[in-house]
């Protein structure tokens, strides 16, 4: 039978027992389970490999977003995230997008644009005309390179010229199409332009400028659908249709008004770069890519919309957007903690890791767009919080629960709340101490 990631009342049990229940979830075993429970794995020697000028660690909190249901399997989301309630909206907003299969998410092959900038071209149309009748030759020479994506069958598969020849000074693009297979592709698309522009230039007669990658994903689309039954939302079905056009607005909104689209996405955002970096990919390539699709019309939109499908019965949200992500290559070989959280959200693609990712998106989104037309943000993410403010006051072990929790009760998240709390709960502890002792 299928395992169910439908986990009740996880937020509520302690960090241990979490970890127990995704130890046994995902078949984790004693070494995986000590990456998570004592950080092992990454080093100070791991770190110095990987960047430049290192010094120390800079730890994060990784955490698990349950009840997610994506194309009808079930999944642990791990998120590694600074900011409270991120994980706590998507673990709630997957709850209501269970229905029937779950979120219905489909990415495109993964395919990136490599780009090749030359100058030089005196008749742009006769060189596109030989660039095509060449292609299958240009193809080969691009390909001819010792790696293991292209032993796999990836590798550059189209040839497309631009033509920039109104530019100052005129240049030409070429863009290769290289089918990526489960890598993001960065290096692979890097390597092939590199590798073909030296040919370019001596069997053409030009000057190659830049050879890099687009971060414009067009060919790397990922749509995803969810829907709520309206009866899940309120068991009034008048309340339930007041909830769903509330969101309906919401999404209005954010596709009309570019000063709120930004909003809705950076929540939307919120999801997927969390997943991102406990999945360890290159976040900021999503992030450029995402938004520049959110323009791709001419205008700035929202990635994500909702609308109340009033005579079907549904709240129905879409996201479309571009995931450039791989379940190879990168920090993915090599990062410790990011091969436990591969092996939790138990992932066997990219484009898998893209559906998911889409998956997380509108979850986040709805979660957002929820709150903020029912109840607002700002209490449930205050109360999260709470127990940060507390900490950064100097409150010191169960200090901070009792400082967090006071705050919340008093109506007083707030610094000058949690300081004026922490200060009456020491004198009351030290009046008790002076008491035992006399
Ligand atoms: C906060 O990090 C994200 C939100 O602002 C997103 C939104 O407004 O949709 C809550």
């Not at 030009?206 to 060919?219: E, M, R, W």
């Not at 995803?224 to 008048?238: C, F, Q, Y």
């Not at 091969?339 to 693609?349: D, E, Y």
């Not at 709960?425 to 009046?431: F, S, T």
């Amino acid at each position: 039978m299928e395992r169910s990631s439908r986990f009740k009342g996880f937020h509520k049990l302690s960090m241990e027992a979490r970890l127990e229940r995704v130890v046994q979830w995902a078949k984790l075993d004693s070494v995986e389970r000590d990456i998570l429970a004592k950080h092992f794995g990454f080093t100070l020697e791991t770190a110095d490999r990987m960047i430049e000028n290192a010094l120390g660690i800079f730890p994060f909190g990784l955490g698990i977003a349950p009840n997610f249901r994506i194309n009808g399997r079930d999944y642990l989301i791990p998120m590694c995230i600074e900011e409270p309630s991120v994980i706590a909206a998507a673990s709630n907003a997957a709850r209501y997008l269970r229905f029937e299969q779950g979120i219905r998410s489909k990415a495109q092959p993964p395919r990136m644009i490599g780009q090749i900038q030359l100058f030089g071209i005196s008749n742009p149309d006769r060189f596109k005309r030989q660039i095509l009748l060449q292609k299958q030759e240009l193809l080969q020479v691009a390909n001819n390179l010792p790696s293991r994506l292209i032993q796999l069958g990836g590798g550059a598969k189209d040839i497309e010229v631009r033509d920039f020849s109104h530019a100052s000074p005129p240049f030409l693009v070429l863009h290769i199409l290289v089918d990526t297979k489960d890598a993001m592709g960065a290096n692979a698309v890097n390597s092939i332009c590199e590798n073909l522009a030296p040919y370019l230039e001596q069997k053409f007669q030009i000057k190659a400028g830049l050879k890099i990658l687009s971060n414009l994903c067009t060919h790397r689309l990922v749509r995803a659908s969810g829907k709520i039954p309206l009866h899940w939302l309120h068991e009034n079905p008048r309340k339930a249709e007041k909830i769903a056009h509330a969101v309906e607005l919401a999404s209005r909104f954010a596709e009309e008004d570019p000063y709120r689209a930004v909003t809705h996405n950076k929540g939307i955002m919120n999801g997927i770069d969390a997943l991102l970096i406990a999945l360890g990919q290159d976040w900021r390539a999503v992030e450029a890519a995402a938004h520049a699709h959110a323009s791709q019309k001419g205008k700035y939109t929202a990635l994500a919309t909702w609308r109340l499908q009033k005579n079907k019965g549904f709240l129905e949200g879409n996201i479309e957007i571009p995931l450039p992500v791989g379940t190879v290559g990168g920090i993915t070989g090599v990062h410790p903690t990011v091969k436990v959280n591969q092996k939790i959200l138990n992932v066997s693609s990219a484009q898998e890791l893209a559906q998911i990712a889409a998956a997380v998106g509108l979850a986040q989104n709805l979660a957002a767009i929820f709150a903020l037309s029912t109840e607002g943000i700002q209490r449930g993410h205050m109360q999260l919080h709470s127990r940060n403010i507390a900490a950064s006051i100097g409150a010191q072990g169960p200090e901070i629960d009792k400082v967090a929790q006071l705050m919340v009760a008093q109506g007083t998240i707030h610094l000058q709340g949690a300081q004026e709390i922490l200060s009456h709960l020491r004198k009351k502890q030290n009046g008790t101490h002076l008491r035992q002792r006399s």
